[in-house]
């Protein structure tokens, strides 16, 4: 087994934790210090930051929301001066203000260094090529993985989202090893590479790192099928870091926070009650290592389960499973709690149909319905129109068996449903006032 910093990586518990109390004490001083939000809220839980002890009294400490965030825009929550501050990124802002995240210096340098870490455990090295497809700007994910790229040693060609015949052009001609983009990008850039006649597994391309968007491990045979590559999943969020609080070693079982810069929970959403080991829960983080902007206990409203066993790979560091969806993105449908993520595990399991699918929800005479729109091939659609009746009453059957409600299926022609170059759309909430 290799290790980028192996004494961090493989560290004990207990380690772990002094690590942690250490760094946490210092971040809350520094927040206490310059940050009045943090001070009005450290004073009234009582928590002293120059005399903090234990990792235990972080709970006492309320949790920091995206809305706060917000009230706080644009600058009120750095704890650094613009002498200090790097650089600023944000988030889309699209239906209020965005958030802002700021970095210094260090904060870069640990950035980088986090991500060339996780990028090592999945037997990436110096001298390796990386096609960087995650998009460059405000949005965290370029920069973010271009930094850590550099980093370990890499090279990395920051072609950055879109213009999809032109990234595969460059597959072609600059023979990148590593393609890092949002998961349904990649699978965009397969169909579009099959439409060339390109054979992905003639390529010197071996390794995909997908994140930004929850993805199922259907999706990762997906791809991994067709662009003939290992697919990992990396997670982040401009709130905390960007790409990299946690990430996947190359045994699949798990992505591994860097529990040396962020501290995780996972709570009941409902009642902010810490769930126990292994058990589901909105995940929570606290940084301990930033300076510019750090965020204490930062609600993320992504649901996961974390586990604290010793990996294969030999890192101790705690593991989250893939986040099954966002605890806003649950869908309440006549009584019932319904994933996004649980209807495409049933969708991807058909293999008559493209994994391009939308779910449509809406209003009928006054009752919750979803819609399901699937693409299927030409040569399906072409059938005859009581064949395609019947093949959406087998795939209607599987989605009730799974979930246990009624759910329409639409079966649509090839290249129906937009495609994304970023972050997939996967939900249309008709009661909301959205559109297909």
């Not at 395609?388 to 979930?403: G, R, T």
């Amino acid at each position: 087994m290799e290790f980028f910093n192996e004494n961090i990586e493989t560290a004990d518990r207990k380690i772990i934790e002094e690590i942690q109390t250490e760094r946490l004490k210092n971040t809350l001083i520094n927040v206490y210090e310059n940050v009045l939000f943090y001070k009005k809220r450290l004073d009234d839980c009582g928590v002293d930051p120059y005399n903090f002890k234990s990792i235990d009294e972080l709970k006492k400490i309320p949790f920091t929301t995206k809305e706060d965030l917000r009230l706080n825009y644009p600058y009120k929550m750095f704890a650094r001066p613009f002498g200090e501050i790097v650089r600023i990124h944000s988030s889309s802002g699209t239906s209020s203000n965005p958030t802002v995240a700021a970095y210094t210096d260090k904060d870069i340098e640990i950035w980088s260094s986090i991500i060339a870490r996780q990028l090592f455990s999945l037997n990436l090295r110096k001298g390796d090529i990386f096609q960087n497809s995650y998009g460059y700007g405000l949005f965290t994910g370029g920069l973010g993985l271009h930094y850590g790229i550099e980093k370990l040693g890499g090279t990395a060609i920051p072609v950055s989202g879109g213009n999809t015949e032109r990234q595969i052009k460059i597959m072609q001609d600059f023979l990148p090893e590593v393609l890092c983009c949002t998961p349904s990008y990649a699978l965009h850039i397969a169909e579009v590479g099959k439409e060339l006649g390109v054979d992905f597994s003639k390529l010197p391309l071996k390794t995909g790192v997908f994140g930004a968007e929850p993805w199922t491990n259907q999706i990762r045979k997906e791809i991994e099928k067709r662009l003939s590559i290992d697919a990992y999943d990396i997670y982040g969020l401009s709130e905390v870091i960007g790409p990299g609080v946690s990430c996947e070693c190359y045994c699949k079982k798990g992505l591994h926070v860097s529990e040396d810069n962020f501290i995780v929970e996972t709570i009941d959403p409902k009642t902010g009650r810490n769930v126990p080991e292994s058990e589901t829960g909105e995940l929570v983080f606290t940084t301990i290592t930033k300076e510019g902007m750090p965020v204490i206990r930062y609600r993320t409203k992504d649901l996961s389960n974390l586990v604290y066993d010793k990996c294969e790979c030999g890192r101790t560091h705690a593991r989250m499973a893939k986040p099954i969806g966002r605890s806003d993105d649950m869908l309440i449908i006549r009584g019932v709690n319904v994933f996004p993520s649980q209807i495409e595990e049933v969708l991807i399991n058909v293999k008559e149909i493209e994994p391009q699918y939308l779910i449509i929800v809406e209003k009928r005479n006054f009752l919750d319905f979803i819609e399901v729109w699937v693409e299927v091939p030409e040569n399906i659609f072409s059938e005859k129109m009581q064949t395609l009746e019947y093949f959406e009453s087998s795939i209607e059957h599987s989605l009730y068996s799974a979930i246990g409600i009624n759910i329409d299926v639409k079966l649509k022609e090839p290249k129906t449903i937009k495609r994304s170059e970023g972050k997939a759309r996967r939900v249309v909430d008709m009661r909301k006032g959205e559109k297909p």
